[in-house]
């Protein structure tokens, strides 16, 4: 009787901590919007500035100017409805803050436990930057969630069919949203394939990676016929990227305008320039835009808590999404992107922060779980120890 009333709280406890966790998710999520949406309804839109006129223009899906179409056709679909434009952009973004931070709930609680789950979305939701760029209307939160959905699909644990059509559905809205998603997509597909290989679903992976590169393609044509150019819009903006790291804000000096592709960027310099670059943009994240974009420090410890209990406990789906979300950030994190404080905007830390709250989740109840049972093997044996003491005085 004594055994099934412990087994009995103990399973009270396990549930009571991840649904005390959630609920606090849910309260801190809903003061995040409101305060987001009352200190910022005014700020400059920025990235989203001209997506109204790029809605209007737009004749069909893929007709979306300079920037990739997802974003447009939404915000073109809630002025249909007679949304203002300026804040159908905000409300979306908030949206997808409040989407990302049930999903995390979801995907983390499945693949790593309850407890996990409700951390690392307790940890989103009072992200403040997270809130400030759903209302900045920047189209990384449309990034974001659709390669959450991806990550999940891709590897999921028994694929099925109809997981492997929703990766690739997931997949080609992610780049439908932003095109630099794909390198998150290769990459992760990459990391799976490496670490599973023999046990890697080819078939799946096929499907879901094909479907994807499908619902791109009338994009990649649509730029073709218009710019000539597939990549256009993309390296375009790469362009814009190496003039602004070589030449800065406001220079008179002439400077290049024609497209430059993704190889052109890196190897802009030269090749031991590229390396000396990523390894400057490796120590300059980890020592100053991490560290910001996770604003509550203790994350930090949490996160390598999480980091080693992945590979302790094999969980590498989570290690998967935090490499392939913040290896195509080394790129850019050298450019002197912000002038007073060098580095990058932090919105393309966003997936990496996903990554780090996903990983911080786990450690978090990687220690309570050894905090517990350290707790109860110390009272056992205090308890152990007061009945051999009793034993002794009842024998005097």
Known sequence: MAAETKTCKKIDFERLIPLFLGIV???VLSYNILVCWKVYRHAPLREAASRSLMADGSRFFYASGLVEPLPV????????LGADPDAAVRAEGLVLFAAITAITLLFVRRRCGPVAGSMAAMLLAGNPYLGYYAMRGGSHLYALFFI????????????????SLAAGLSGGLACLSRLDSAWFILI??????????????FKAAGLSLGLAFLLVLPYLVYQKAHYGNSLYAQELQLRRW?????????????MPSEPLSAAGFIFRDGAVSAV??????????FSYEIPRVIYYKLIVVLFFLGFYAAFVLKKDALLVFFTAAFLPVLALAPVRQ????GGIELRYYLSTLWGLAALAGLGFQ????WGTSRFAAWLEAKSKAYEAAQKREGKN
């Open 73 to 80: 056709f939404a915000l073109k679909a809630a002025m249909a």
């Open 366 to 369: 990687e220690a309570l779980e």
């Open 25 to 27: 998710a849910a309260v």
């Open 242 to 254: 190496a003039n602004l790291d070589r030449y800065g804000y406001n220079s008179g000096r002439p």
């Open 148 to 163: 959450l959905l991806f990550w999940y699909w891709f590897d999921a644990e028994k694929p099925t069919v109809a997981s």
């Open 188 to 201: 992760s597909a990459g990391l799976l394939l490496a670490l599973k290989r023999r046990d890697f679903r």
């Open 338 to 341: 912000i002038p007073a404080t």
């Open 276 to 285: 000396r670059k990523t390894f400057g943009g490796l120590g300059r994240s």
